[in-house]
C-alpha cells in the first residue's frame, strides 16, 4: 500500500528564471478537445476618441483535462475565500459572466 506525501509549496522556493511577465486579463475563452482543455485570456481595451474597442490576446494556456479540472476547483476555493474576507462578488450583468463561450476543437 502506497502513502501520500504532502509537500507545503509555500516552503519551496519559487523563482522565474525566464521572466515570465506578469499579465492583465479582463476577458477568457475556454476552447474543449479530445486531448486538452485551452483558456485564452486576453484584454479588451478602448481605442482612439471614438470608443473602439480591441481584444488583446496576453495568453494562450493549454492543459489536460485532469489539470483543468483541479484548476477548476482551485479557482472556486480562491473565489470562495475572497468572498469570505471581502464579501461577494458582484457581477455587473448577465453578459460579463465568464467564460462567455465554450469552444470545441480550438
Same mark, same amino acid.
Given at each position: 500500500?502506497?502513502?501520500?506525501?504532502?509537500? @507545503? !509549496?509555500? +516552503? %519551496?522556493?519559487?523563482?522565474?528564471? @525566464?521572466?515570465?511577465?506578469?499579465?492583465?486579463?479582463?476577458? &477568457?475563452?475556454? =476552447?474543449?478537445? #479530445?486531448?486538452?482543455?485551452?483558456?485564452? $485570456?486576453?484584454?479588451?481595451?478602448?481605442?482612439?476618441? +471614438? =470608443? @473602439?474597442? /480591441?481584444? *488583446?490576446?496576453?495568453?494562450? %494556456? &493549454?492543459?489536460?483535462?485532469?489539470?483543468?479540472? +483541479?484548476?477548476?476547483? /482551485? *479557482?472556486?476555493? &480562491?473565489?470562495? +475565500?475572497?468572498?469570505?474576507? $471581502?464579501?461577494?462578488?458582484?457581477? #455587473?450583468? /448577465?453578459?460579463?459572466?465568464?467564460?462567455?463561450?465554450?469552444?470545441?476543437? !480550438?
Amino acid at each position: 500500500m502506497s502513502s501520500l506525501t504532502t509537500i @507545503d !509549496l509555500n +516552503a %519551496i522556493p519559487w523563482g522565474n528564471p @525566464d521572466s515570465v511577465p506578469s499579465v492583465y486579463c479582463n476577458n &477568457a475563452s475556454i =476552447g474543449i478537445a #479530445p486531448w486538452d482543455i485551452r483558456i485564452l $485570456f486576453a484584454e479588451i481595451i478602448t481605442t482612439g476618441s +471614438a =470608443g @473602439d474597442s /480591441a481584444v *488583446l490576446l496576453r495568453a494562450n %494556456i &493549454a492543459m489536460n483535462p485532469a489539470h483543468a479540472k +483541479a484548476l477548476a476547483g /482551485a *479557482l472556486a476555493s &480562491a473565489v470562495t +475565500a475572497y468572498e469570505d474576507q $471581502f464579501g461577494q462578488i458582484n457581477m #455587473p450583468n /448577465a453578459e460579463s459572466k465568464l467564460p462567455s463561450k465554450v469552444e470545441k476543437e !480550438l
